[in-house]
Structures are given as structure tokens and as C-alpha cells.
């Protein structure tokens, strides 16, 4: 069983930044990633970017420029970093790690095992 836990959400302008760190208690066995996904408001979840321990890095389209992933793994914390932070990146944030079954399944939320409870992103 791997617990997530998140933390770094909060309020900001348009514009502005936000890091987001997600702390794992476990890393899963064989190739799996960890990775950032988001719901807001009127949408279904949907995929940020994710990272495996190799450091192959997923990000979305619609962030990638503003949004940048990080993982220690010494420590088992991924760190999402927020910049130009827009009004429709408003959401909740979460932490996932599971085994997607293929590359291109990577920002897939249905692939994903284990979730953390989420934190609240509000651009204004």
C-alpha cells in the first residue's frame, strides 16, 4: 500500500506561482509513475505530468511551458512547479502513482493505484 500525501496548494493571482510537493511512503515495484493530476471545475480529471524513476517525464500540453515536474527520489517527494499560473488552472490538485499500460497512457488518471486527497489550486 503507498500513501500520498500533498501539500503547497493555496490562492494566487493570475500570473503568479505555486510548488506543489507530494510525499510517498512507498515507490511501487517494477516501472510505475508518480504524477500530478487535476480536476476543475466543470471537467473530468485530468492528467498534468508525470515522472517514472528513470526521470522519463510526461507533461500536458496545456501547461507544459508553465508547469514543470520533479522527483527526489532519495526522499519520495515530486514537486510540481506552477509558473504564469492562469484562472482556468484553478482546481483540485492530486498525487497518483500507479503502473499506466503504455506511454501514452501516462496522464491517464484510470490508470492510476493509489491517490492522496487532494489540494486546492485558485488563480483569481
Known amino acids: 500500500q503507498v500513501q500520498l500525501v500533498e501539500s503547497g496548494g493555496g490562492s494566487v493571482t493570475t500570473g503568479g506561482s505555486l510548488r506543489l510537493s507530494c510525499t510517498a511512503s512507498a515507490y511501487l515495484h517494477g516501472r510505475h509513475f508518480i504524477g500530478w493530476f487535476r480536476e476543475v471545475p466543470g471537467k473530468e480529471r485530468e492528467g498534468v505530468a508525470a515522472?517514472?524513476?528513470?526521470?522519463?517525464?510526461v507533461i500536458a500540453k496545456s501547461v507544459k511551458g508553465r508547469l514543470t515536474v520533479s522527483l527526489d527520489q532519495v526522499n519520495n517527494i515530486l514537486d510540481l512547479q506552477m509558473n504564469n499560473l492562469k484562472p482556468e488552472d484553478t482546481g483540485v490538485y492530486y498525487c497518483?502513482?500507479?503502473?499506466?499500460?503504455?506511454?501514452?497512457?501516462?496522464?491517464?488518471?484510470?490508470?492510476?493505484?493509489?491517490w492522496g486527497q487532494g489540494t486546492q489550486v485558485t488563480v483569481s
Open positions: 497518483a502513482a500507479g503502473h499506466p499500460s503504455s506511454l501514452y497512457r501516462v496522464l491517464s488518471p484510470s490508470d492510476y493505484t493509489y
Open positions: 515522472v517514472d524513476i528513470d526521470n522519463s517525464t
